[in-house]
């Protein structure tokens, strides 16, 4: 555990998240929490050495698996953004047999424990802007889309800490599998403009860090959206993103280890970025048509 300011620590240890937490007189409040129930363990009892105060609040950055499973080993209500609480509510208490299946993979010690994780659903949910004021802090949960439809960032201002979810990893590929690039892409911009004090940013995975950590995505995700807007101005057919995976894959180092499932991953967000792109396309001929008509 790092403490990256006063009363406010960091894990990245564990496997697949960061994960934070703020300590205030009121209590905790934990910033995602891991998903693996070894994992989860630990961080229990690190916060119970850090503080005997209750655990306030479990904010989700986002609704990947990833971020959301861990919940359940946790006693406390979950913020997160409303799109999330609304995939979240649509499991009716169980999550898709392939969420359990994918982290079993990844950890098959675990599968006894997985299979009784169930759906915790956010307690408060927000659109836009979410201010909480507890115990004489300001924690500032704002909706920021892009890797995500509910990626959220959560401030603390008066230290300058912005926790960035998957909008920001490091060391390893942004996972793109329900990416919206051009919000991300603009998400990204105002971080590094003056609107955000944030002298440290705590990445969804990887080493803390500072603003300066959102260049290589933005150059990632720029770079993909040029490969993949040629191949549907050249007429390619979606399958054609294959094509580009030996591109992309040298980008960010991977072990052995996970190298087959990142190169999923990456055709999977290829794939992605391609409607969306193909879709960007089809709006704008839609509108120079009606143009077009309004004109004559």
């Not at 990256?4 to 934070?20: L, M, S």
């Not at 959560?154 to 996972?175: D, K, R």
């Not at 959206?225 to 040629?230: C, L, N, P």
């Not at 894959?249 to 999977?268: G, H, V």
């Amino acid at each position: 555990m790092e403490q990256i300011a006063p009363d406010i620590y960091v894990e990245t240890g564990y496997r697949a998240v960061n994960v934070g937490v703020i300590v205030t007189d009121e209590g905790l409040i934990a910033v995602d929490v891991p998903p693996f129930p070894a994992d989860a363990r630990r961080w229990r009892l690190r916060l119970a050495q850090l503080s005997p105060s209750r655990l306030l609040f479990v904010i989700n950055t986002d609704g990947h698996r990833d971020r959301v499973m861990g919940d359940h080993w946790f006693d406390a209500p979950v913020i997160a953004h409303e799109t999330v609480g609304d995939k979240l509510r649509g499991y009716n208490g169980a999550f898709p047999q392939a969420f359990i299946d994918a982290l079993t993979a990844r950890d098959p010690e675990a599968a006894g424990d997985l299979e009784h994780v169930r759906v915790v659903a956010p307690e408060v949910t927000f659109t836009r802007r979410l201010m909480l004021h507890l115990g004489g802090r300001i924690v500032v949960l704002m909706h920021m889309p892009g890797p995500t439809p509910g990626s959220i960032w959560v401030a603390c201002p008066a230290e300058a800490v912005l926790f960035t979810g998957a909008s920001i990893v490091t060391g390893t590929h942004p996972n793109l599998t329900e990416a919206e690039t051009k919000p991300w892409l603009e998400s990204l911009v105002e971080l590094r403009r003056d609107r955000f004090r944030a002298r440290v940013v705590v990445p969804g995975r990887g080493p803390v860090t500072d603003k300066a950590a959102s260049e290589p995505i933005s150059a990632y995700l720029r770079q993909m959206r040029t490969r993949i807007r040629a191949l549907i101005q050249a007429g390619r057919p979606r399958s054609e993103t294959s094509s580009l995976v030996s591109e992309f894959l040298p980008l960010f180092p991977i072990s052995e280890e996970t190298r087959d499932r990142t190169q999923r991953r990456l055709k999977t967000g290829l794939d992605r970025v391609y409607e969306e792109i193909k879709a960007e396309i089809a709006r704008g001929q839609k509108t120079k048509k009606d143009e077009t008509r309004a004109a004559g």
